[in-house]
């Protein structure tokens, strides 16, 4: 029996979620999207010739895939329950691919209120950066049955150049997290590590010029180098307070798992006092501000 053809719809146009959704469109399987902010989703739609819907439950009716890429989720959560919420228009057989950074708790609760209805969930987080997002060169982390994936690859394959399959509902999340434990290490090193070398003397370009030529240059410190040489300049690519939420949903799996974790726990600290000093909203490499103005001291660039 041939499977119908996909009918993607998305929900969350931020960062990640614009340029997924554009290349979507772009391979002409986007049939509509969704965004707590309606005027985003107007845009988008009268960019791409896409339909712009006004509640999660008329996307849902709408569709036969459905992706969230939301903030947290509360938000994401949000979505589903309610009136206009998902559950208002999923159809049978829809399968529900979240993506967004969460818990494989909330994983569980969606589960359960999709499953209800003859739809299925599968968890499939991204990592990767806003540019790889635009070229569809994201590493997809996927968990849940193989089959369901098997379905939905195609949509998949338009947003990311690898897809792991990694296991049962909350496989992905939990690589994800894994992953992302590994990436605020990186965060809280390069801050470290580039105002000790401006608060040595070197200026803070040819410091980072020697960090991508060296042996800690991993991906992360190319795609967030403008970020941590222009602090301020830029929009944040990962709100300061996200990157927080992440290592609280890090911390929680750990204690899940019975593992210490003391460097996710440091990192979290670190970015707690980022957060009580104000910048909450700034970008994660606002760590090395917040190391910049530390002892009194301020490092001139």
Do not use: W
């Not at 391979?27 to 902010?37: D, S």
């Not at 849940?144 to 909350?170: C, K, N, Q, T």
Request: net charge negative.
């Amino acid at each position: 029996m041939t499977e119908p053809a996909l009918r993607v719809g998305l929900a969350g146009l931020g960062r990640m979620g614009m340029p997924m959704a554009s290349r979507l469109a772009a391979a002409g399987l986007l049939g509509g999207v969704y965004n707590r902010t309606r005027a985003s989703a107007d845009a988008f739609g009268a960019a791409t010739r896409v339909r712009s819907f006004a509640t999660p439950a008329e996307l849902a009716d709408a569709s036969n895939v459905i992706v969230t890429m939301l903030a947290d989720e509360t938000a994401s959560h949000s979505l589903f329950v309610g009136a206009d919420g998902f559950l208002e228009g999923l159809r049978p057989a829809t399968v529900v691919i979240e993506m967004a950074t969460v818990s494989l708790e909330h994983l569980t609760r969606i589960a359960s209120l999709v499953e209800r209805i003859g739809c299925s969930l599968i968890d499939a987080p991204v990592s990767g950066s806003v540019s790889m997002a635009r070229d569809g060169s994201l590493s997809i982390l996927v968990g849940g049955d193989a089959a369901v994936l098997e379905r939905v690859r195609p949509a998949l394959a338009i947003m990311g150049s690898r897809i792991f399959h990694l296991g049962g509902l909350g496989a992905g999340s939990a690589m994800k997290l894994a992953v992302n434990t590994v990436v605020y290490a990186l965060n809280q090193g390069i801050s470290e590590g580039l105002v000790l070398a401006e608060r040595a003397g070197i200026e803070r370009l040819v410091a980072y010029d020697v960090f991508a030529n060296s042996a800690v240059a991993a991906p992360f410190v190319h795609y967030r180098r403008e970020q941590f040489e222009r602090p301020g300049d830029l929009e944040p690519a990962l709100a300061l307070h996200l990157a927080a939420k992440d290592l609280r949903l890090i911390l929680r799996l750990a204690a899940s798992v019975n593992l210490e974790l003391p460097q996710a726990e440091a990192d979290l600290e670190s970015l707690d006092e980022a957060v009580s000093a104000g910048l909450a909203e700034a970008d994660v490499s606002a760590v090395a501000e917040l190391l910049r103005h530390s002892g009194g001291d301020e490092t001139t660039t």
